[in-house]
C-alpha cells in the first residue's frame, strides 16, 4: 500500500505480508540498517546526506521505542487500513490505464480474507483494548457496503466491473466474517491504551528530536491554552461583547451549512480563495500544475476520523493533484449528530481548515517539496513538520490579513487552542493520568467541540499516540526558526517559506539544520 501512495510501481496488486513472522522480518531489518547508519561518520557527508542519514535513523529509532508494543498484536486497523485503502488509493490518483488498475483492485480485493485471517491469529485480547477495537469495528463495517457497492462503480467497461463486483463480494464476504470476530475481541479486550510514559517521551526524544519529554510537553501545552484563552477572550468581547468566548463561539458556530454537501461547497468555495491571496501577497511559490480537489471523506474513513484531511499526490510520478476530504458522518448517523458534526465546521470557521488542509497548509507544502531533488525526503517525514506546518499556515494568513471578519479570526483561534487541548489531553491518556471520559470532557470545555466530535477525537489520541500533540508543537517551532531566520537577514517571507517547506517534513531539529545551516 505504501508503494501505491508514493506511486512507485509494481506492487498495486499486493497487501502484504501481515503475519508474525513478516513483522519480525522487517524489525530485524530495521535493527540491521540502524546499526549500519549509526556507524556513518559525519566525515566526508555533506550536509544534506548527514540530514538524511539523521532522517532515516530518526524514524528507526522510533521504530524501536514502540517495538514492545506490538501494535500489530493490539489493533485491527493495521490490518483493516491497507485493505481499504490499498484499493481506494488506487483509483483516487489513477496513475495507470482502467484495466490495470481493475486487475490491481480485483487482486488486493481477493487478498482480504487471508489478511483478516491473520489478524484473528496476531490479535490478542489481553493485549487489545476495548475502544481502539471498537474503532475497528465501525471501519469494518463500512468496509462491507465499500466492497460490495461502491468499488465496482468505480470502472466504466462491463467486463471489468464484473471482476470487480466478484472480487468485491469476496472481500465484503470476509469483512463480514470478521466482524463479529471484532465485536468478540472488544468484549473480552482487556489491554490498555496507554503507551505509557516512558515510550511517549523516547519517541519524542529520538524520533522527534525534541529534546524533551511528555511532563514538558504537557506543560507547553497548558502554558499555551493559557496565553490563547486570554487572546480569546479580549476577541470574543470585540465581537460579540462577552468575554465568554466559549459562549460566544457556540453563537457562531450556530451558523453552519446545514447538510454535508453544504459543507462540501462551503471548502470549495474559500479553498481558491486561499490559493489567490498566495498569489496576490506572493507568500510562497506555487509549482505548476498543482490542483486540490475537494471531496467527501472515503466512507470507511468516516467512523475513525471526525475532522478534514489531506492526502498528497503521488511523490515518484508527475502527477500534482492532491485531495482534500471534507469530514463527511458515518453512514446511519442520527439527524442530530449530523447536525452536531457540523456545527464543528460552521462558516466562519472554513476558511482556517480550507488554509490548513489546501494553500498554503498541507497541499502546497506536499506538492512544494516534491520539488527537492532528495528522494528520501519524499519518502519519510513527521507530523511534528507536516501539521506544524499546517498550523503555522492558519497563524501566517491571518497575520497577512486573509481573516477579514473577527469572528473568522475567532473561529481561528478557537481551531489553534483546539490543538493546545490536544497537547494536554494526548499526554495526559498516555501517562496514564486522565480517563476516556475526562478526556472528552476536557476536549469539549476547554475547545469548542460537540461530544460526538470530542469522543471520536479521543478514540483517535489512544489510537495514535504522539501525533495530537504535533500541530501546535510544530507550529511554535516554526515560528522560532522564522524569528531566527529574520534577525540573520536569510531573505523575505517568501524565501523563509519556500526554503522550510521545501526541505521535507523533517523532524524540527533537522529541518533548522536544512534551512539555517
Not at 439 to 444: D, R
Request: aromatic share 8%.
Amino acid at each position: 500500500m505504501s508503494a501505491t501512495a508514493l506511486g512507485i510501481d509494481g506492487y498495486d496488486d499486493q497487501l502484504g505480508d501481515f503475519s508474525a513472522a513478516g513483522f519480525a522480518r522487517r524489525e530485524a531489518r530495521s535493527d540491521h540498517w540502524q546499526g549500519v547508519l549509526e556507524g556513518v561518520p559525519d566525515d566526508g557527508l555533506s550536509m544534506d546526506q548527514r540530514i538524511d542519514r539523521d532522517l532515516v535513523l530518526s524514524s528507526l529509532r522510533g521504530g524501536a521505542v514502540m517495538r514492545d508494543w506490538a501494535a500489530w498484536r493490539r489493533d485491527p486497523a493495521v490490518y483493516l487500513g491497507p485493505c481499504l485503502s490499498g484499493v481506494f488509493t488506487l483509483f483516487l490518483h489513477r496513475l495507470h490505464p482502467e484495466p490495470e488498475l481493475a486487475r490491481a483492485a480485483a487482486a488486493r480485493l481477493r487478498a482480504v480474507p487471508e489478511v483478516l485471517d491473520t489478524a484473528r491469529t496476531n490479535l490478542d485480547a489481553d493485549l487489545a483494548n476495548r475502544l481502539i477495537v471498537e474503532r475497528g469495528v465501525g471501519q469494518c463495517r463500512a468496509g462491507i457496503g465499500y466492497a460490495r457497492s461502491m468499488v465496482p462503480t468505480e470502472v466504466h467497461e462491463p467486463s471489468l466491473r464484473g471482476d470487480l463486483a466478484d472480487a468485491g463480494e469476496v472481500a465484503a464476504a470476509a469483512f463480514e466474517t470478521f466482524l463479529p470476530f471484532l465485536e468478540e475481541l472488544a468484549a473480552s479486550a482487556a489491554g490498555p491504551y496507554a503507551i505509557g510514559e516512558e515510550r511517549y517521551s523516547g519517541l519524542l526524544r529520538h524520533k522527534e528530536l525534541l529534546g524533551y519529554g511528555a511532563p514538558e510537553m504537557r506543560e507547553r501545552g497548558r502554558a499555551a491554552w493559557t496565553q490563547l484563552d486570554a487572546e480569546m477572550a479580549d476577541l470574543a468581547e470585540q465581537v460579540d461583547g462577552s468575554r465568554d468566548w466559549r459562549a460566544v463561539m457556540e453563537r457562531v458556530n450556530a451558523d453552519h451549512p446545514g447538510t454535508p454537501e453544504e459543507m462540501r461547497a462551503e471548502y470549495e468555495d474559500w479553498t481558491p480563495r486561499a490559493r489567490q491571496f498566495l498569489v496576490d501577497r506572493e507568500l510562497v511559490t506555487l509549482p505548476e500544475g498543482e490542483r486540490c480537489l475537494v471531496e467527501p471523506s472515503p466512507p470507511f474513513q468516516r467512523p475513525v476520523l471526525a475532522v478534514a484531511s489531506y492526502n498528497a499526490p503521488p511523490a515518484f510520478k508527475p502527477s500534482l493533484v492532491g485531495h482534500f476530504f471534507v469530514p463527511y458522518p458515518p453512514e446511519a448517523t442520527s439527524a442530530e449528530e449530523v447536525q452536531q458534526r457540523l456545527a464543528d465546521n460552521s462558516t466562519q470557521g472554513v476558511p482556517t481548515t480550507a488554509v490548513h488542509e489546501a494553500y498554503p497548509g498541507h497541499h502546497w507544502h506536499l506538492t512544494w517539496m516534491q520539488q527537492n531533488p532528495r528522494t528520501l525526503r519524499q519518502a519519510v517525514r513527521t507530523p511534528y513538520f507536516t501539521e506544524g506546518w499546517a498550523l503555522y499556515a492558519e497563524r501566517m494568513m491571518r497575520e497577512q490579513g486573509f481573516f477579514t471578519d473577527p469572528r473568522q479570526e475567532l473561529c481561528h483561534l478557537d481551531a489553534r487552542i483546539f490543538r493546545a487541548a490536544r497537547i494536554v489531553v494526548d499526554t495526559s491518556l498516555h501517562m496514564g493520568d486522565m480517563t476516556v471520559d475526562e478526556a472528552v470532557t476536557f476536549m469539549s470545555t476547554k475547545a469548542t467541540l460537540t461530544e460526538p466530535t470530542a469522543r471520536a477525537e479521543v478514540g483517535r489520541y489512544c489510537a495514535w499516540p504522539t501525533q495530537a500533540s504535533s500541530y501546535l508543537t510544530g507550529s511554535l517551532e516554526i515560528e522560532r526558526i522564522r524569528k531566527r531566520w529574520f534577525a540573520e537577514d536569510r531573505g523575505d517571507l517568501r524565501a523563509f517559506h519556500d526554503a522550510i517547506a521545501g526541505s521535507g517534513g523533517l523532524p524540527i531539529a533537522l529541518a533548522e539544520r536544512a534551512v539555517l545551516g
